[in-house]
């Protein structure tokens, strides 16, 4: 792999690109058109903030109230949720929805003190969109149990 390959867009293994930045901007511009408040969370942050690691997904948290909206965002973006999303009840904690090339994208819908986390991110560009919201790394958000799984 070339020393400069960015670890969140290549397979360090195969170094193919890995689809992740793609289905990441499709993600993001969804959720910034239905109006849903987010921050990326997780190791996408990280590299926004200049601590990159390798990943396959993005870490997305929204607020509790808004999660059936951003699943629903996600799902007209073409991502499809791994297991059956229930409307009729609460929002679960977490949503894992897959983008057609396979790359997740792991929505957490949180409460307090997660609020925070959305109310407190900074602007700034990630995969090239304009203004998204991020995680400062002051405000890490507590792991939530991972109920949508695989089946």
């Known amino acids: 792999m070339h020393p400069d390959a960015d670890i969140l867009e290549v397979d360090v293994v195969t170094g193919r690109k890995t689809g992740l930045a793609r289905a990441a901007k499709k993600a993001l511009d969804a959720l910034e058109k239905a109006g849903v408040p987010h921050a990326v969370i997780g ?25 059936y909206l951003a699943v629903e965002a996600l799902q007209k973006a073409g991502f499809r949720s791994v297991a059956p999303v229930d409307r ?5 904690p977490m949503y894992i929805l897959e983008s057609k090339e396979g790359i997740d994208v792991v929505l957490v819908a949180a409460g307090e003190p997660e609020s925070t986390v959305v109310a407190e991110a900074s602007e700034a560009s990630v995969f090239g969109t ?12 507590a792991p939530p149990p ?3 799984r695989r089946r």
Do not use: F, W
């Open 43 to 67: 190791a996408t942050a990280l590299a926004v903030r200049g601590l990159p690691r390798m990943t396959r997904d993005l870490d997305v948290v929204v607020m509790t109230e808004d999660a």
């Open 88 to 92: 009729s009840d609460e929002p679960e």
């Open 130 to 141: 304009k203004d998204d919201r991020v995680n400062q790394a002051r405000h890490p958000p």
């Open 146 to 148: 991972r109920p949508n």
